[in-house]
Structures are given as C-alpha cells and as structure tokens.
C-alpha cells in the first residue's frame, strides 16, 4: 500500500487540479490470479488495454462503490507492484451481450466473440467460487479509462 500511495502523490503532486476536481482513488488489480494479474497489467503497454470490466456483485461484495467516471485507480501486478494510475473516462451498466466489438478491442481479448468467451469462462469461475451461476443477463460494469501515471506511459 506505501508504493501505491507513493504512486499516488507522484502523479497528484504533478496534476493538482486534476486531483483536486477528482480526489477518489483505490488500489487494485486485474484478475483473479497473481499470475493472470501480472501479465493483463502488462496489456496496457503490449495491447494498449483501455477498458476493463467486472461483475457489479464484485464490487458489492468486496463492500466498495462502482467505479465513477473521473476517479483514479492504482493498478498493481501480481505481486502487489504499482504500475500505473488510471483515470475513468466512461462506464456503462450491462451484461455479456452489451459490450461491442470497439469495447472487446479495448480491453485488449480481441474480437467480441473472443472477449464474451473469455469473460463468460472468468465470469463462471468467479460466480461458482462464491456460490452462485453466472448468466447472459447478470448485470456487469463495463470500464473505460486512459493511463495518466507515470507520465512515461500516460496517454496524453
């Protein structure tokens, strides 16, 4: 947590009007596995990933708010390594079947056929983990974001 608050100050140190309109920030990362964390953190350089998204039961039971659009997030690896800071640029409440193709692309699965697969096998895992089934039409948030820490590999 201390190397993601460092993080955190470096950027807000750098943007403080940005931070000061926007002052919301979690730590967090991809993934249900360290492995699995590491090498998605790294699509934001090797597929320029931009979007993300979860289960809004996730986020309900880990006991945190929704995503809003403007908040930051320090994103980890699997090891717990901050890598970026990244800024919410737009969300939208759905299932499976309201992501498209731009948005399939933007999380960095490749086509939509191959986001839905991959999602509804994540998806499943994580539902069955917690006693439940997952379905086409249980309710998903769908995460657009921009990188804008470090400045080396922020978006603008």
């Known amino acids: 947590m201390a190397a993601a608050r460092a993080l955190w100050e470096e950027y807000a140190a750098a943007h403080p009007d940005v931070v000061a ?19 998605i953190a790294g699509w934001i350089e ?7 998204s979860d289960l809004v039961d996730t986020f309900l039971q880990r006991g945190v708010p929704l995503p809003r659009v403007g908040a930051h997030w320090v994103v980890c690896d699997g090891d717990g390594k901050p890598r970026y800071v990244l800024r919410t640029l737009g969300l939208r409440l759905g299932t499976i ?6 948005f399939a692309v933007d999380e960095g699965d490749g086509t939509l056929d191959e986001w839905r697969d991959v999602h509804r096998r994540y998806w499943t895992r994580i539902c069955a983990s917690r006693g439940e089934v997952f379905t086409d039409a249980t309710p998903v948030v769908l995460e657009r974001f921009e990188v804008v820490w470090p400045a080396t590999a922020a978006d603008r």
């Open 97 to 102: 079947w309201t992501a498209d193709e731009s």
């Open 21 to 39: 309109e926007h002052p919301e920030w979690e730590v967090d990362r991809f993934a249900d596995t360290a492995d699995y964390a590491t090498e």
């Open 46 to 52: 090797t597929r320029h990933k931009r979007a993300t």
